[in-house]
């Protein structure tokens, strides 16, 4: 009987594909420009556009079939990336024509050029294509135990971030005391430290940091709470919820069909799921407050969870998140947009009309 051999399979560095890109999208816009602008005539500015313009539909194209990233749950759409491409050579040509009104050569303004491109695509793909939920959990396993109350002290965050974090819990408590009723058996699955919990209800938290549940225990924000490496596989015996929250979670986890019918087992048949997730469209303003701050705290703050996007792998509109439930057996039965950031959702395991 032969022996079972395990293969060591080797991948690449990410880093490397995204040089090589880099490297293949700047050696055809200077072929493209080149080619128009030296041997055909055409006007520089009109040749560096169609270089550039040329150089991101590579890009777009490498970058899906080449640099695949299991954690990347959402690549920009072709027309999203064709109108975004068109104005990027566009700003690439007035750029160029910059240098050029300045007396400097076309080819060093050229050079020049391609070098702030580079930067600024450097700068956009390391926003939208390096979250790691893996990565993102580690840290999290090893974050203080009032992490979460951390973020609503003035004197350890900004004011802006205090009054955000704040608010959410206040509408989050409002939230989940509109649905609970007394009796009712309820966990919260990634609880962290359950701030929403202000009334002190029989609250069963579920998180992968344990010190952040037994602050939670102690300051009685939570009746009970379970350790568990993998919010998939709780423990929890099933069909005993009569309610599940889910604040701000769903977009980390990165086996998400397994953590939804995880709650679909642990819910009883007539019970109701309560979910907050970022409102997180492209260039929305939850898109642009939470880069600005993942930028500042992990580039000049140095927080690895923040470099990797505190792993925010999933990006949720009102039509995805029904999608997402919908393909684990759960029916999203209304939803709603809080302060123009986060999507407040209830769903249940049976198709309701929506409100």
């Given at each position: 009987?032969?022996?079972?051999?395990?293969?060591?399979?080797?991948?690449?560095?990410?880093?490397?594909?995204?040089?090589?890109?880099?490297?293949?999208?700047?050696i055809?816009?200077?072929?493209?420009?080149?080619?128009?602008?030296?041997?055909?005539?055409?006007?520089?500015?009109?040749?560096?556009?169609?270089?550039?313009?040329?150089?991101?539909?590579?890009?777009?194209?490498?970058?899906?079939?080449v640099?695949?990233?299991?954690?990347?749950?959402?690549?920009?759409?072709?027309?999203?990336?064709?109108?975004?491409?068109?104005?990027?050579?566009?700003?690439?040509?007035?750029?160029?024509?910059?240098?050029?009104?300045?007396?400097?050569?076309?080819?060093?303004?050229?050079?020049?050029?391609?070098?702030?491109?580079?930067?600024?695509?450097?700068?956009?793909?390391?926003?939208?294509?390096?979250?790691?939920?893996?990565?993102?959990?580690?840290?999290?396993?090893?974050?203080?135990?009032?992490?979460?109350?951390d973020?609503?002290?003035?004197?350890?965050?900004?004011?802006?971030?205090?009054?955000?974090?704040?608010?959410?819990?206040?509408?989050?408590?409002?939230?989940?005391?509109?649905?609970?009723?007394?009796?009712?058996?309820?966990?919260?699955?990634?609880?962290?430290?359950?701030?929403?919990?202000?009334?002190?209800?029989?609250?069963?938290?579920?998180?992968?940091?344990?010190?952040?549940?037994?602050?939670?225990?102690?300051?009685?924000?939570?009746?009970?709470?379970?350790?568990?490496?993998?919010?998939?596989?709780?423990?929890?015996?099933s069909?005993?919820?009569?309610?599940?929250?889910m604040?701000?979670?769903?977009?980390?986890?990165?086996?998400?069909?397994d953590?939804?019918?995880?709650?679909?087992?642990?819910?009883?048949?007539?019970?109701?799921?309560?979910?907050?997730?970022?409102?997180?469209f492209?260039l929305?303003?939850?898109?642009?407050?939470?880069?600005?701050?993942?930028?500042?705290?992990g580039?000049?703050?140095?927080?690895?969870?923040?470099?990797?996007?505190?792993?925010?792998?999933?990006?949720?509109?009102?039509?995805?998140?029904?999608?997402?439930?919908?393909?684990?057996?759960?029916?999203?039965?209304?939803?709603?947009?809080v302060?123009?950031?986060?999507?407040?959702?209830?769903?249940?395991?049976?198709?309701?009309?929506?409100?």
């Open positions: 009987m032969s022996e079972h051999v395990v293969v060591q399979r080797w991948r690449h560095p990410a880093f490397l594909i995204f040089i090589l890109g880099g490297l293949l999208g700047a055809i816009n200077i072929a493209i420009t080149v080619l128009f602008a030296d041997q055909l005539l055409v006007n520089p500015l009109i040749a560096f556009f169609l270089g550039t313009f040329l150089n991101q539909v590579f890009h777009f194209i490498y970058y899906n079939v640099y695949v990233n299991k954690e990347v749950q959402m690549k920009t759409s072709l027309s999203i990336h064709l109108f975004l491409s068109f104005w990027v050579s566009i700003g690439s040509s007035g750029l160029l024509w910059f240098f050029l009104r300045n007396q400097i050569s076309f080819h060093l303004s050229l050079l020049y050029c391609l070098i702030i491109l580079a930067l600024s695509n450097s700068l956009l793909n390391r926003i939208s294509t390096f979250s790691s939920a893996k990565i993102a959990e580690v840290e999290y396993k090893e974050m203080n135990e009032s992490y979460y109350e973020h609503t002290n003035v004197k350890k965050v900004s004011k802006f971030r205090a009054w955000y974090h704040r608010s959410r819990y206040e509408k989050l408590t409002k939230f989940v005391t509109e649905y609970f009723r007394v009796g009712m058996k309820m966990a919260d699955f990634g609880c962290g430290n359950c701030l929403w919990n202000i009334r002190k209800l029989p609250v069963l938290g579920v998180d992968i940091n344990a010190k952040m549940l037994r602050w939670s225990k102690r300051k009685k924000l939570l009746k009970e709470y379970k350790v568990c490496k993998d919010l998939a596989r709780t423990g929890i015996k069909k005993s919820l009569d309610l599940v929250l604040s701000e979670v769903l977009e980390h986890v990165f086996d998400q069909a953590v939804l019918k995880e709650v679909s087992r642990v819910m009883k048949d007539n019970g109701t799921f309560l979910i907050t997730v970022p409102y997180d492209f929305g303003p939850f898109f642009i407050l939470f880069n600005l701050n993942c930028l500042y705290m580039y000049i703050r140095g927080s690895v969870y923040h470099k990797y996007r505190c792993g925010h792998i999933h990006h949720f509109t009102k039509k995805r998140l029904k999608k997402a439930l919908e393909q684990n057996g759960l029916f999203l039965n209304k939803i709603f947009v302060n123009g950031l986060l999507l407040y959702a209830v769903a249940n395991k049976r198709k309701l009309k929506l409100i």
